[in-house]
């Protein structure tokens, strides 16, 4: 086409002005027969391109000619035939359409139909069953694509039930994120509102221990009075608790001692008879224990 357009071109600027414009004229009379011709501007830009569609159209013209032509030509040739094929009936078989019966020409009706739908070359049997055949071998392969296409179906049926599924589940995830970030928007503003209280009272609190020590360091108030060295006071009172406690704990086991030392020799005395007397006591326990084992061997 890029070719046939490059001699249309230069066909086209061999042809002089006068001549195209004559052409372009008659061809326009032509296509408008008894209308109003448009008139046109005699100018390169305007000429040229309706010079290219005159010859395109007379081109297009002479195409349908010539189709229209072998139209006819084969539309002959099968009348020829169908002429023929009658005259070889009538003259072999004495058979012609109008001699058929209704139920003949019914069944005639049904194969001529059947092989233009099956679009066999001919009505033979070996045609029909290759058309059959074919149209069998298309319509399992259509099954099995609608086969295949109802499982992608399907497959796309679940994708999308489970993407809805997913998308409700986001939804509600996304709502409740919502509902749980007002809560804690909410606490956060309480919370932010407390904390600012807290500040200003505070600071208020501040400010009045500030002037209420002023007031106390203007009336003479002992510096001693005042809460960090009472602070310090009672812990240095709660070190001295301790140690005491401390003392106690050991004063305790020299509580039972005699107030003197005659006193203190006596009781000596006393503990070293209760002494030796339980030694006594475990040796003879430790006697009768040994005259009992060896009691028991002989026995």
Not at 211 to 234: F, N, R
Not at 261 to 281: I, S, T
């Amino acid at each position: 086409m890029a070719a046939g357009g490059s001699r249309q071109k230069a066909a086209a600027a061999e042809v002089s002005m006068p001549e195209k414009l004559q052409r372009i004229t008659s061809w326009l009379k032509k296509t408008f027969e008894n209308q109003l011709v448009p008139q046109v501007e005699v100018n390169t830009q305007s000429i040229d391109p309706l010079y290219a569609l005159v010859e395109y159209s007379e081109e297009r013209e002479r195409d349908v000619s010539f189709l229209i032509e072998d139209m006819k030509q084969r539309a002959a040739e099968y009348d020829a035939d169908a002429e023929y094929l009658q005259s070889l009936l009538t003259e072999s078989l004495n058979l012609s359409p109008s001699s058929l019966s209704k139920e003949g020409s019914a069944h005639l009706k049904t194969l001529v139909d059947s092989a233009m739908i099956l679009e066999t070359k001919d009505t033979s049997l070996t045609s029909f069953f290759c058309a059959i055949s074919d149209r069998s071998l298309e319509l399992h392969a259509a099954e099995s694509k609608n086969k295949e296409m109802e499982q992608k179906l399907l497959n796309l049926k679940k994708k999308m039930t489970a993407t809805l599924m997913l998308e409700k589940q986001l939804e509600e995830d996304l709502e409740k994120a919502k509902t749980h970030l007002e809560i804690e928007g909410a606490k956060s503003e309480s919370r932010c509102q407390n904390l600012q209280f807290l500040k200003d009272k505070s600071e208020d609190l501040r400010i009045r221990i500030k002037i209420a020590k002023e007031q106390l360091a203007a009336t003479g108030l002992d510096q001693s009075l005042m809460h960090e060295p009472l602070v310090c006071l009672s812990e240095k009172l709660a070190g001295m608790q301790e140690e005491m406690e401390h003392l106690k704990k050991e004063l305790e086991c020299y509580l039972d001692l005699p107030p003197n030392l005659p006193l203190a020799r006596v009781k000596v005395e006393e503990a070293k008879r209760e002494l030796n007397a339980l030694e006594e006591e475990f040796s003879k326990q430790i006697e009768m224990l040994t005259h009992d084992l060896l009691e028991t061997k002989r026995l």
